[in-house]
């Protein structure tokens, strides 16, 4: 019988820096509406579903991410799912701080210049990574909204999202800096390069 529990948590990251904060947000960007499989070695037949989203705020000179699982499977696995969960997502903080270490700057605009706006669904780039705090209002998923430039042109454009795997903005002392990250490496991947 399958059985669920719903698991909450924050994580606190430093944001003094744009290096700091973009490392912040690439845990964002490597946790939200992430689903995960996690299978006991001695029957892989219970294996139990996480399915991962967040919201986040800047504090100061601090970045807090509220992190929700909602994890269903067998009911006697729920809480050990739940512990390695936490490990988990820890794996996931250090991968982003590594990937935010490679990241290279693309562009920079001046904050006052760009103005945020909904989209709708088809305008969605989820691999633009955009701090909720900047969205016009309430928004649905974190790429619910994007950055326009005075003329009323995307910034930055299709063209440079699709150039990249994924792009993050972040505001930092009166500007924008859009940062390349490198693209998220899978663990099937890594495994196939070790044979």
């Known amino acids: 019988m399958t059985a669920k529990l719903e698991h909450e948590w924050e ?3 430093p944001a003094a820096t744009a290096e700091q904060l973009l490392a912040a947000l690439t845990t964002r960007d490597r946790l939200y509406g992430q689903s995960i499989t996690l299978e006991p070695e001695d029957d892989p037949a219970k294996a139990v579903e996480v399915w991962l989203a967040s919201v986040e705020r800047l504090d100061g000179a601090k ?4 992190v929700y699982a909602e994890i269903s499977g067998p ?3 729920l809480e050990a799912a739940r512990d390695a969960l936490q490990d988990i997502v820890s794996e996931q903080v250090e991968a982003a701080a590594a990937e935010a270490g490679e990241a290279t700057l693309v562009e ?3 904050l006052a210049e760009i103005e945020f706006r909904k989209v709708e669904e088809d305008d969605e780039r989820p691999s633009l990574v955009i ?3 900047l969205a016009p209002g309430e928004i649905e998923v974190p790429w619910g909204f994007r950055s326009y430039d005075p003329k009323g042109g995307a910034w930055p454009d299709d063209d440079t999202i699709n150039a990249h795997d994924r792009l993050v903005i972040i505001p930092f002392d009166g500007r924008l800096l859009l940062y390349a990250l490198p693209p998220i490496e899978d663990d099937e991947d890594d495994e196939d390069d070790e044979e």
């Open 11 to 13: 994580i606190e990251l």
């Open 75 to 77: 009911k006697e696995f």
């Open 131 to 133: 701090p909720e705090w």
């Open 108 to 110: 920079t605009k001046k």
């Open 63 to 66: 970045y807090r991410l509220d």
